[in-house]
Nanobody
């Protein structure tokens, strides 16, 4: 059983920033791409961002491009999501996930392990 633990969610106002963290076991994730997804009530899970195993290649969803930044620290087994200029439409439960492969993908079915999620609420 692989455990991923997200933290950093909360209630903020539009325009504020938050940083999410996702802690994993180093040997579980250091050779794999990692990603963040989100799911708002009544909507499908949406790709947010992903990063390759070395941290050198990142991809973003269109709705967060330019506002969110994904990064990772393999020594700590942690991936981060820095979220700036938050909007009310960013309100969702945010999940981190470990990809099956070293390079990132946008498809949820490419991810092998998932965290329990952390709630982000942005008030307008």
């Amino acid at each position: 059983q692989v455990q991923l633990v997200e933290s950093g969610g909360g209630l903020v106002q539009a325009g504020d920033s938050l940083r999410l963290s996702c802690a994993t076991a180093r040997r579980t994730s250091s050779n794999n791409a990692m990603g963040w997804f989100r799911q708002a009530p009544g909507k499908e899970r949406e790709f947010v961002a992903a990063i390759n195993w070395r941290g050198a290649n990142t991809v973003y969803g269109d709705s967060v491009q330019g506002r969110f930044t994904i990064s990772r620290d393999n020594a700590k087994g942690t991936v981060y999501l820095q979220m700036n200029s938050l909007k009310s439409e960013d309100t969702a439960v945010y999940y981190c996930a470990v990809n099956r492969w070293p390079e990132p993908s946008r498809r949820p079915d490419g991810y092998q392990y998932w965290g329990q999620g952390t709630q982000v609420t942005v008030s307008s």
